[in-house]
């Protein structure tokens, strides 16, 4: 285990890296897990239908803006660094949460609201997707492989553990505040993501960026030129199998999370708060799922492991649906969620993936390539899921 030793400075920029992901998915997966209870008072319902259209709008707006947020951000990110990016996504989560704590509801004020949420859904979906992989590509470019394979994958636990924080919370302020317990989640989010902008501040630059800056201005001296866009160019096959990988991951978390849950609602009756509670314990369960496999990197190679728990993805989703027709109990169904979600960890490849690309042009790359999967998958699985 000594390979795995870390300098204080390495552990110290991890610390603040994780704990600035755990803030910003406490922001982001807090409106998602609560969605059946904030759809109803930010949006008009009239009936089933239009409040599953609802939710899978709702849903689809934290991606449909990220591919051109990602693409700008990690522009920034690659001429100017990747500690101003992580900082000020931060900032941005916190602005959102905090306009969300002070919302009006739909019966207060109107269309005007379903508007305003609807926004800052786009600028928190933003917001998560380039703070995740500033995140992952700084923690790579700190630490080498085969050491940043786990190291790298703490970045997904922390912000798996953001979200079962965020679950814990709601059900927590739904027993001590039931009428407006929602605000306070929202406004606890907006004050401990200012807390992490302003921790993420002591924060030093890459150093394997600050490397290759030196490089690429002593070689645009010799008259090389060296633009971000020639990551695109020269990269064409690991931009296709990166954007394969992430692809399937919000459709699983729809299942998962959303669309079985709309089943428990309506054949078992499960009411909102136990919802939530049943969500707290699927994240629970995945979170574990994750950080088992995190540490099984330390043994094994991230890929094979990956093409074991994908195959075993693919034969389980052959029978999924005849379990769940045939399905009798509302425990087999649970079973059916934990295993959906928890066979899905890109996160344990994301050294590799990073790998995969230049320096100059890697954030960009990455930022624009895993939001497109996943405005992809999100849009269509919410949507499609909804028509079926």
Not at 33 to 53: C, E, G, K, M, R
Not at 83 to 105: E, G, Q, R, W
Request: aromatic share 16%; proline share 4%; net charge positive.
């Amino acid at each position: 285990m000594s390979s795995f030793y870390l300098t204080k400075s390495q552990r110290e920029s991890l610390a603040l890296i994780n704990i600035g992901s755990f803030l910003e998915y406490f922001d982001f997966k807090t409106y998602i897990h609560i969605t059946v209870i904030l759809n109803a008072l930010f949006f008009p319902v009239s009936d089933s239908y239009s409040q599953s259209l609802l939710a899978a709008f709702s849903f689809s707006m934290a991606y449909i803006l990220r591919p051109l947020g990602s693409f700008l951000f990690g522009l920034l990110g690659d001429l100017w660094g990747r500690k101003v990016n992580i900082i000020v996504t931060t900032m941005m989560m916190s602005i959102a949460c905090f306009v969300l704590a002070l919302m009006p509801t739909y019966a207060q004020a109107g269309w005007y609201v379903s508007v305003a949420v609807l926004v800052c859904r786009a600028v928190q979906g933003i917001a998560s997707g380039v703070e995740l992989i500033g995140a992952i590509v700084y923690t790579a470019e700190l630490i080498k492989a085969p050491r940043s394979y786990f190291y790298t994958a703490l970045v997904g636990i922390a912000a798996d553990c953001g979200a079962l924080f965020a679950l814990a919370m709601c059900s927590l302020m739904l027993t001590l505040r039931p009428d407006d317990w929602w605000r306070y989640v929202f406004f606890l989010g907006s004050a401990i993501a200012v807390i992490g902008s302003i921790a993420r501040t002591k924060l030093k630059e890459s150093p394997e960026f600050l490397k290759a800056m030196k490089k690429k201005k002593t070689q645009e001296l010799r008259g090389e030129k060296i633009t971000v866009s020639q990551a695109f160019q020269s990269y064409k096959r690991n931009i296709l199998t990166y954007f394969f990988i992430e692809l399937p991951i919000p459709l699983l978390f729809y299942v998962s999370f959303i669309l079985l849950n709309e089943f428990l609602s309506k054949n078992y009756g499960y009411t909102p708060t136990e919802v939530i509670r049943h969500n707290l314990y699927l994240t629970l369960c995945s979170s574990s799922m994750y950080l088992m496999c995190s540490i099984l990197t330390r043994y094994f190679y991230p890929f094979h492991l990956l093409k074991f728990m994908g195959w075993s993805l693919f034969l389980f989703s052959m029978v999924m649906p005849f379990i769940i027709h045939e399905n009798s109990s509302p425990m087999l169904i649970t079973v059916v969620q934990i295993l959906t979600y928890s066979l899905a960890i890109p996160g344990i490849g994301y050294a590799i993936y990073t790998r995969g690309f230049p320096v100059i042009g890697r954030y960009t790359v990455m930022g624009t390539v895993f939001s497109m999967a996943r405005v992809v998958t999100a849009v269509t699985t919410s949507y499609g899921c909804v028509f079926i």
